[in-house]
Nanobody, 115 residues
Framework: QVQLVESGGGSVQPGGSLRLSCAAS????????MRWYRQAPGKQRELVAV???????DLADFVKGRFTISRDNGKNTVYLQMDSLKPEDTAVYYC?????????WGQGTQVTVSS
């Protein structure tokens, strides 16, 4: 069974940076797509970033220019580099993997942006 483990969350001041990691229990090349989502208190989960097996990426408009998604196939890990963080970026961040037959979620990592 595939497992995803997120890490790298924490508390940071506005304008700061964090890098989230999503480590998979097997080769990420076996996943068609990997995504980062986030969910703020009282709000629906929303898509933040996508990366495909070929390395194509897409970002939600509200993070373009501030966040970057990347992958390290050798480490079976996908990253979300978050710069110029804003208080509205506060949320639990989740990664997921699309195997083609199922969607697997990680447990999430908390990101808090406040002064």
């Amino acid at each position: 069974q595939v497992q995803l483990v997120e890490s790298g969350g924490g508390s940071v001041q506005p304008g700061g940076s964090l890098r989230l990691s999503c480590a998979a229990s097997r080769s990420i090349l076996s996943f068609n797509v990997m995504r980062w989502y986030r969910q703020a208190p009282g709000k629906q989960r929303e898509l933040v970033a996508v990366i495909t097996t070929s390395g194509s990426t897409d970002l939600a408009d509200f993070v373009k220019g501030r966040f970057t998604i990347s992958r390290d196939n050798g480490k079976n890990t996908v990253y979300l580099q978050m710069d110029s963080l804003k208080p509205e970026d506060t949320a639990v961040y989740y990664c997921n993997a699309d195997t083609g037959t199922m969607i697997v979620w990680g447990q999430g990592t908390q990101v808090t942006v406040s002064s």
